[in-house]
């Protein structure tokens, strides 16, 4: 069983492939048990496993490989069987071969399933300054 600082490393390694085009680990942090949700960027409430994988895949699909991320955790904790972090999450983004920064305010609750950390809510919207 890892502490929630170990899992994070993983979290941090997910949005950075995420930002590659790459959705697979953060399709594998995701909880397979009910309810989950992802309030995205775009504005939509997505609920259920399926339908926030498909989410999640559809949106790294706009990315090429040279896109990074970086998290800046504002404030997070740990209970028995419940974890949150919130923050910013600083990204450029190989779009169209074009480099274009974003960057999001970001809140994610996770949940322990079978002794491991899993995203049971994501909700992101644009930064603004």
Not at 3 to 8: D, L, R, T
Not at 29 to 44: A, V
Not at 91 to 97: F, N, P, T, V
């Amino acid at each position: 069983m890892s502490s929630f600082a170990e899992f994070m490393n993983r979290r941090e390694a997910a949005a950075e492939a995420y930002s590659r085009g790459r959705s697979d680990q953060v399709e594998q942090l995701t909880s397979e048990s009910e309810p989950s949700t992802f309030f995205g960027p775009d504005g939509k409430v997505v609920t259920g496993r399926s339908p926030i994988i498909e989410s999640f895949r559809a949106g790294a699909s706009h990315f090429g490989p040279d896109g990074e991320s970086r998290l800046e955790i504002l404030q997070s904790a740990e209970g028995d069987d419940i974890a949150y972090w919130c923050g910013i999450q600083r990204a450029i983004l190989d779009m169209d071969g074009r480099a274009v920064a974003m960057d999001l305010r970001v809140t994610e609750l996770f949940r322990r399933e079978d002794g491991e950390w899993k995203l049971v809510h994501r909700h992101a919207d644009f930064l603004r300054d």
